[in-house]
């Protein structure tokens, strides 16, 4: 598997993310190619679980949908209009949700992916996953380089 994800990247392909289901998931891009494994979870369902890898992805390489209190990048400012009730904060934006855009690693993208693959196996159904179940399992998901 490793050798077909770099030859597909070697054609042009950015990332390339292939989900192995209870053994994780591989990410290979112009840094290598990484693994996480899946993360321990008593599983309510399975639907939307590689929709929610494919969001997780997204939500690491648009550099906005970072939740406040887990992202380096996150300002005191940014933390503090996070923290303020109503759904936007002064800028419009959702709280929580960053102003800029951070170029992150591919640990970050990944770990994002399966954090968010993770949380969504604990909710029954189609339900969407909880914020405190992805923080939580974004702490715990662990990559290793091959």
Do not use: W
């Not at 598997?1 to 591989?26: D, L, T």
């Not at 693994?35 to 939307?48: R, T, Y």
């Not at 406040?68 to 303020?84: C, F, K, M, V």
């Not at 640990?107 to 909880?130: D, I, K, N, Y």
């Amino acid at each position: 598997m490793e050798k077909i994800v770099q030859e597909i990247v070697a054609q042009g392909v950015e990332y390339v993310c292939v989900s192995m289901g209870e053994k994780g998931a591989m990410l290979a891009c112009k840094e290598g190619v990484f693994l996480a494994g899946a993360p321990d979870v008593e599983v309510q369902g399975i639907q939307g679980a590689g929709d929610s890898l494919v969001a997780g992805m997204c939500a690491a390489l648009t550099g906005k949908a970072v939740v406040s209190g887990i992202a380096p990048e996150l300002s005191a400012q940014q933390e503090a209009d996070a923290g303020r009730s109503g759904n936007t904060n002064e800028e419009g934006q959702a709280p929580g949700f960053m102003q800029e855009r951070h170029e992150p690693d591919a640990e970050t993208v990944l770990r994002f992916a399966v954090a968010a693959a993770g949380a969504s196996l604990m909710r029954p159904g189609t339900q969407m996953c909880l914020c405190e179940d992805f923080c939580r399992l974004l702490k715990e998901v662990r990559i290793r380089k091959l």
